[in-house]
């Protein structure tokens, strides 16, 4: 599958107003298969539910500061470590995941995780290329399900798109 693409996401809450639009790039990382049964991902894997590939991504620059900001992300503050994308062919959605460590333990005293998701983009196909919108325009629809830090908001659609290779 693919090594790594780029997709950019752009916002404006007033679309009357063009000087609003808010632009994030980010570079998603190779797509992975989900782990089978027996594999030592496997059970933290089983959340994928029907989610066929999943991977890392990149942050990029962003339109508010014009350079790599972690202030400027999807999704919550949290460590880039816990967020990931997944992608399933049957929906047609990527979706931008966060991984939240809950207070407290399990009956077996391990740590207890929520998955969280931060964005979906929908209308998505996967390549040999990377993502894409299956949209022949090459731009794309999507939704901001978790307040993302001071770029992404609830309440507005995002628009995006697809770049084959990019590099930060």
């Known amino acids: 599958m693919f090594k790594s693409c780029k997709l950019s996401l752009m916002q404006n809450q007033y679309p009357n107003n063009p000087n609003t639009l808010r632009r994030l790039n980010i570079k998603l990382l190779e797509a992975q298969a989900v782990?089978?049964?027996?594999?030592?991902?496997?059970?933290?894997?089983?959340?994928?539910?029907d989610y066929q590939?999943?991977?890392?991504?990149?942050?990029?620059?962003?339109?508010?500061?014009?350079?790599?900001?972690?202030?400027?992300?999807?999704?919550?503050?949290?460590?880039?470590?816990?967020?990931?994308?997944?992608?399933s062919g049957q929906t047609r959605e990527l979706r931008?995941?966060?991984?939240?460590?809950?207070?407290?333990?399990?009956?077996?005293?391990?740590?207890?995780y929520e998955l969280k998701v931060a964005l979906i983009l929908h209308e998505a196909r996967i390549t040999a290329k990377g993502i894409e919108p299956f949209d022949p325009s090459g731009t794309g629809r999507g939704t901001v399900e978790l307040r993302s830090s001071n770029i992404l908001?609830?309440?507005?659609?995002v628009d995006w798109e697809f770049y084959p290779s990019w590099k930060f």
């Open 153 to 157: 908001m609830p309440g507005y659609y």
């Open 35 to 49: 782990p089978v049964q027996g594999t030592a991902m496997y059970e933290w894997m089983v959340a994928m539910q």
């Open 96 to 112: 931008f995941m966060e991984r939240w460590k809950m207070t407290g333990t399990d009956e077996n005293g391990d740590e207890i």
């Open 53 to 87: 590939w999943w991977g890392e991504w990149r942050l990029g620059t962003n339109s508010q500061t014009g350079r790599v900001d972690t202030g400027y992300t999807i999704g919550s503050s949290a460590p880039q470590e816990e967020k990931f994308w997944r992608y």
